[in-house]
């Protein structure tokens, strides 16, 4: 009984199993000694040894820099592992002068749950392109090109596969122009402006 039960389960477990894309990386993290605390610059050489195999097996990497009047105000780089440890081993650790010197050998899976921003169709707002002069339209009677060239860009956006989901926002024409700034900061306003005039 206790052998067929054994086979039954064994069976089971190929035929459910759940693939696993692990990869071992062997990584070798430094650290300096300071005021004489080798326990920290271990710990810290352990971090910097993590650090670096999760970099390698992949990241995502975002830049965010803010200016304002000429001026940068904000400069921000992320950096996102995309891998969970799933175990870790010390292979040696030695010292090397002031510094601690520790190898690791790191399994690392691919993280399963993560989505990608990219999957997810964007929405992006489609008004009545605008005239600057619009003497211009008396020249070939094109007094409607405001609309037929939205109308245009939607269509050509809707026959692509692509990330972009267009909304037609070009039923009445929408002056924007008022709602932004210089620097192109929208207010509230815009939005429920657009909103009041959907298709």
């Known amino acids: 009984m206790k052998t067929q039960f054994a086979l039954s389960l064994s ?7 759940i693939p696993s894309h692990a990869e071992w990386f062997e990584v ?29 097996s992949g990241a995502t990497v975002s830049s965010v820099q ?11 780089l992320k950096i996102r592992a995309n891998g969970e440890i799933q ?11 002031d510094a601690w010197q520790v190898t690791l050998h790191i399994d690392i899976t691919p993280q399963q749950s993560q ?20 003497h211009q339209a008396t020249l070939g ?3 409607d090109v405001n609309k037929i060239v939205s109308e245009r ?7 692509q596969n692509q990330s972009v989901e267009p909304v037609p926002y070009f039923a009445q024409k929408i002056d924007v122009n008022r709602f932004f700034s210089q620097r192109f900061d ?3 306003q815009l939005i429920e402006t657009v909103t009041a005039n959907t298709n």
């Open 153 to 159: 860009l939607y269509h050509t956006l809707s026959d």
């Open 28 to 56: 070798t993290g430094v650290a300096d000694i300071k005021n004489g605390d080798h326990q920290k610059a271990k710990k810290q050489a352990v971090n910097d040894a993590i650090t670096q195999a999760l970099l390698f």
């Open 11 to 17: 069976f089971i477990c190929m035929v459910f199993h």
């Open 141 to 143: 009677q094109i007094f």
């Open 87 to 97: 175990g870790a081993d010390v292979i040696a650790e030695s010292r090397v002068g």
């Open 115 to 134: 989505c990608s921003t990219s999957a997810y169709n964007k929405q992006i707002a489609i008004t009545q392109s605008q005239l600057k002069n619009k």
């Open 66 to 76: 803010t200016v304002t009047d000429g001026v940068l105000t904000q400069d921000q």
């Open 186 to 188: 929208y207010n509230e």
